[in-house]
């Protein structure tokens, strides 16, 4: 028997879960097979849910701060798993990597200032930005022989153009699941340093990586990089405990660093809870086997739902990701505006997507998929997504 078990259906309903609870206010019913949020409906790996079982019998849950052995315990991931040297001096505290970003927002940028996206792309980037009454200055990404790049001309042109600050890059990249290569992020790199632009790399996705494929932390790719790079990370996709609100955010530089440091201190989140610390440390340091019998799982996946669309509904076709488990279903022969395609998939086919126009510029006629789930959901979900969308073919 394999040593990891993915493929038992575990009721998640009525755990106060967003995924399968908490439908209702953005598709209008609960009664739905969800494919949405980013998280699984696998269980955690049995080394971290040890781990925190160890902490909930020791009883008493004070406040809690990081010591070395948890700065240890990402350093020695980072340097495993991608080569990456962190110094554990490098490494800051957010209660999540939407909150991180947000305190670089408030730590380096002030009202009225842009800060670069490249969409489509995970949609908090945009809230965040706007939210504390910053512009968006939109670097669209092209879609080039069914492939997402980078468009660099016009990358440097709005870092030229416009009082941009800040830049947010999604690495690997949500929702059009590329992990960028060494070269892209070179480049990428030298255009930003060469304006003196502060960039949040975003990489919570870079432990979710498909054959062949390798990450390059942004950081990692000159000094120059180092110095200007915020690296947001979090055990929380890799290891499905998003619930526990634990991210780590690694910061070469020191003025950067302690700039990040004010807000965080400032909002008084530098606490964390017991069990996301207990969560990261055991996940970091226990958990390869295990992801490495995960990313076997979803490649499994993503060769379903490829053989399954090329049997049963020919006229959609998946962006085969390198990177992430939210991948993009290209439906734009269907020739649908997001909310007919949505309407369609949530009242007739019963199942709850991400729009892909939730994404932003060049989402629309996309609908992006969770494939974290045990094959006979995935079953499921694909076949209700044929009942949606077969007749118009
Ligand atoms: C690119 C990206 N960043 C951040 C997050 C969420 O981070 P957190 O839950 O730690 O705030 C997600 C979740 O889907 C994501 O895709």
């Given at each position: 028997m394999a040593r990891y078990d993915f493929d038992t259906v575990i009721d998640r309903k009525n755990t106060d879960c967003a995924k399968w609870d908490g439908m209702e206010p953005l598709f209008g019913s609960n009664d739905l097979l969800p494919m949405w949020?980013?998280?699984?409906?696998f269980k955690a790996p049995p080394e971290v849910i040890e781990a925190l079982r160890e902490r909930v019998d020791h009883g008493i849950y004070g406040y809690t701060r990081r010591f070395e052995p948890y700065r240890e315990a990402i350093a020695g991931w980072f340097r495993r798993r991608h080569g990456w040297e962190i110094r554990t001096e490098w490494i800051r505290h957010a209660p999540g990597v939407v909150p991180a970003l947000a305190a670089a927002i408030m730590a380096f940028t002030q009202p009225g200032e842009g800060i670069l996206v490249q969409p489509p792309v995970y949609y908090p980037f945009f809230s965040t930005i706007k939210g504390r009454g910053r512009t968006v200055v939109e670097n669209p990404l092209k879609l080039v022989n069914g492939r997402f790049e980078m468009d660099f001309e016009d990358l440097e042109k709005k870092l030229d153009d416009s009082a941009v600050k800040l830049v947010f890059l999604c690495s690997p990249h949500n929702p059009v699941g590329r992990v960028w290569s060494r070269e892209e992020l070179e480049k990428f790199g030298a255009i930003c340093a060469a304006r003196g632009v502060v960039v949040v790399s975003d990489e919570i996705h870079c432990d979710i990586l498909y054959k062949g494929v390798k990450h390059t932390p942004l950081a990692d790719v000159s000094d120059a990089m180092r110095e200007s790079t915020i690296t947001t990370v979090a055990p929380s996709k890799t290891f499905n405990?998003?619930?526990?609100?634990t991210a780590a955010v690694v910061i070469p530089s020191k003025r950067l660093r302690d700039n990040y440091q004010a807000v965080i201190d400032f909002v008084h989140i530098d606490g964390g809870n017991v069990f996301g610390g207990a969560a990261l440390e055991a996940a970091y340091t226990k958990g390869d086997a295990w992801l490495d019998a995960l990313l076997e799982y979803l490649e499994g996946n993503l060769d379903y739902i490829d053989a399954f669309l090329a049997e049963h509904l020919p006229t959609v076709s998946m962006l085969r990701p390198e990177g992430t488990y939210v991948p993009l279903l290209d439906c734009r022969a269907m020739k649908l505006s997001g909310r007919e395609l949505e309407k369609l998939l949530v009242e007739k086919g019963k199942v709850a997507l991400d729009g892909?126009?939730?994404?932003?510029?060049?989402?629309?006629g996309f609908a992006r998929i969770n494939i974290a789930t045990p094959r006979a959901l995935l079953k499921d979900g694909m076949e209700r997504i044929a009942l949606a969308l077969g007749t118009l073919g």
């Open positions: 949020v980013a998280d699984m409906d405990i998003a619930g526990l609100a892909g126009h939730w994404f932003g510029t060049g989402g629309e």
